[in-house]
């Protein structure tokens, strides 16, 4: 069994930083790619940004030059670090990640989501 874990939400004003972290545990072999989500209330889970084992990254338009994405693999961590953040931006954000959990075998999991909130 594999679980994410993210940490760091809060309420920040506009204009401010956050860093939020997902940390993954379990019976995990390695860790392909990792990202992080968001959905705001009545909004769909849209993609935020996302980083391969490589550290190839890929981020929303909405989110460009304001977010960086990195991780720590011998620590089986992503962060996400938001900073010029937007009333907008407030929103439950999610971390993934696809975990190889046996020779072939492949999943992705969700964390529980941790939530940011910018005030105007």
């Known amino acids: 069994q594999v679980q994410l874990v993210e940490s760091g939400g809060g309420l920040v004003q506009a204009g401010g930083s956050l860093r939020v972290s997902c940390v993954a545990s379990?019976?995990?072999?390695?860790?392909?790619?990792m990202g992080w989500y968001r959905q705001a209330p009545g909004k769909q889970r849209e993609l935020v940004a996302t980083?391969?084992?490589?550290?190839?990254?890929n981020y929303a338009d909405s989110v460009k030059g304001r977010f960086t994405i990195s991780r720590d693999n011998a620590k089986n961590t992503v962060y996400l670090q938001m900073n010029s953040l937007k009333p907008e931006d407030t929103a439950v954000y999610y971390c993934?990640?696809?975990?190889?959990?046996?020779?072939?075998?492949?999943?992705?999991?969700w964390g529980r989501g941790t939530q940011v909130t910018v005030s105007s």
């Open positions: 993934n990640a696809r975990v190889v959990v046996a020779a072939q075998n492949d999943y992705v999991y």
């Open positions: 980083i391969t084992r490589g550290g190839s990254t």
């Open positions: 379990g019976s995990i072999l390695a860790i392909s790619a």
